[in-house]
């Protein structure tokens, strides 16, 4: 039969030697190759003591951003939800009242908001349709669990932390790619 | 038997026999498709609209064939009538094209594209015109000019910033309701609809309005907020209403079993349909009082051109398919992994948002907890 590919090698069946059915060089042959990867550079980290840097594309767990004023800059327009092609977002509107200014930065605002992370398959789609800057794709794993509904993820635990109450956290969660983006509008 | 005169028209190099008297706009409609001009303020079947807008502008290349002298300007194809031998340029004109991309620039001057927030978005005529005709981008560095929202009535609200003015609500308040009683005021930049509107609310005829706007200026209170348009699922329906002149059918947009809104019956260019040769109005009642799809006989599902994001993800059936799994596992149901209402609070059971009369707040959301993980 004609091969496929040029890559085809023909096993060989003729009998061993003596020097092969003694087996030991066969053997250190080996030995050799194994303990020659105790020299060669560790390919391994000590995760979680260490991380390795995401790709500048890297796409997450999704988070619900806040303006400086931490106010949530969602306003239920549905565009991520029509863009999932999993169908993993839902929403409800409300309509901002008199004294709620300070929570939401327009007159409509999800008063819920839930991602079924177990459809989601991370495309980002979600993000490219937001219209509003307020979803984005962090730089962080969606935590694996034991139950289904711990991944029903709502609006509370999507948001970003508050600018304002809680800094640090605000900054840890902007990421890496924050940071970046701080050092290119400095230069 | 005496033999109808037509007149022969060309648009856009495919000729058509119509009847004299038939404006351009409407003559190209019967051809059908790209060869229609857009219209944001003509409506057929609101006597005396049109003109206003500027969108279904053409060009005239020959007048007749008595006179085949080209007009020189550009012609609203709403308010101009046909000649025999008239040749018509519409989407063959460069002319047309550009002019209608400086329309589209102007309308959306002082628009304040909202339309994350604005309900009309995904059936807005605006937004589609902008889309096929409009820019990127805008020149415009000034202010926009904006009004404060009204509430007019309980049903309507006012966006007065996002309308173009185009007249229509007020040929319906005109010719749908008993007494002539509001109209637009202030001229110019300052021009806006009066707020006399709010007494034509009484009439019965007055929702209407809302589907004749061509924008989210004039928006259902009853709707406001409670879902995107491209989640509902629109129903044809009917009922027999005690008003003898409501229509009667109308559109159902449900989500599940609720009724999230009700409109009239639309035709392929976005107006009220007609039957018997009678425009399909409906009445308040049928519009904001019948929520429940029991106060409705369910034709179908209503044909959605399948360039609309409202056709997106929604299935053609009329009725559920039957669950198997219980039959061929003699009488036992399926064991269900995860109850998604026992962890969801989006769509939950007890909240039906179509029952409330007004947009949700806070306050109901708060009566009904986020079941916790």
Known sequence: MQALTNRVKTVSRKPMNFLERLYIPAIIQGMIITFSHIFKKNPTISYPEQTRPFSPVFRGLQILNRDEEGRENCTACGLCAVACPAEAITMEAAERQPGEEHLYREEKYAARYEINMLRCIFCGLCEEACPKDAIYLSETFTPADYQRKKFIYNKQELLIPHPKEDPEAYKKALGNRAKQQDSDTKN | ?373
């Open chain 2, 1 to 373: 038997m005496e033999e109808i005169k037509t007149i022969k028209v060309t648009i856009d190099n495919i000729s058509i026999d119509v009847a004299p008297g038939t404006t351009i706009l409407n003559a190209a409609r019967l051809i059908g498709g790209e060869v229609a001009p857009p219209a944001m303020c003509y409506y057929s079947s609101l006597e005396g609209s049109g003109g206003k807008c500027r969108t279904c502008l053409v060009e005239v290349a020959a007048g007749s064939t008595a006179d085949p002298r080209p007009m020189p300007k550009l012609v609203a194809s709403c308010r101009t009538n046909v000649m025999d031998g008239m040749v018509v340029k519409n989407i063959t004109s460069d002319r047309v094209l550009d002019a209608r991309k400086g329309v589209v620039e102007f309308l959306l001057i002082n628009h304040p594209l909202d339309c994350p927030i604005c309900d009309q978005a995904g059936e807005c005529d605006l937004q589609d015109l902008s889309y096929d005709h409009g820019t990127e981008g805008t020149r415009y560095a000034f202010a926009r000019r904006t009004f404060v929202k009204e509430d007019i009535g309980p049903y309507i609200q006012l966006h007065m910033t996002r309308c173009i003015l185009c007249y229509r609500c007020v040929y319906v308040a005109n010719q749908l309701t008993n007494e002539r009683m509001h109209g637009i005021v202030d001229r110019g930049d300052h021009a806006a609809i009066s707020t006399y509107i709010s007494r034509a609310i009484d009439n019965d005829f007055s929702g209407n309005m809302i589907d004749v706007c061509p924008v989210g200026a004039l928006t259902d209170r009853t709707f406001r907020f409670k879902n995107r348009v491209w989640f509902t699922k629109p129903m044809d329906a009917h009922r027999d209403c005690e008003n003898p002149e409501c229509c009667g059918k109308v559109t159902l947009w449900l989500r599940g079993e609720e009724v999230f809104r009700v409109t009239t019956r639309n035709d392929q260019w976005g107006e009220v349909q007609r039957f018997d040769g009678k425009a399909g109005w409906i009445c308040n009642t049928c519009r904001f009082d019948k929520k429940e799809t029991k106060d409705w006989v369910i034709e179908g599902l209503t044909t959605i051109s399948r360039h609309s994001v409202i056709g997106a993800n929604k299935y053609k059936i009329l009725e559920m398919p039957k669950e198997t799994i219980a039959n061929v596992m003699h009488g036992r149901d399926p064991r269900l992994i995860m109850d998604i209402h026992s962890v969801s609070g989006v769509n939950e059971p007890g909240m039906d948002l179509s029952d409330i009369n007004r947009p949700a707040t806070s306050t109901d959301f708060e009566q009904h907890p986020q079941p916790k993980n």
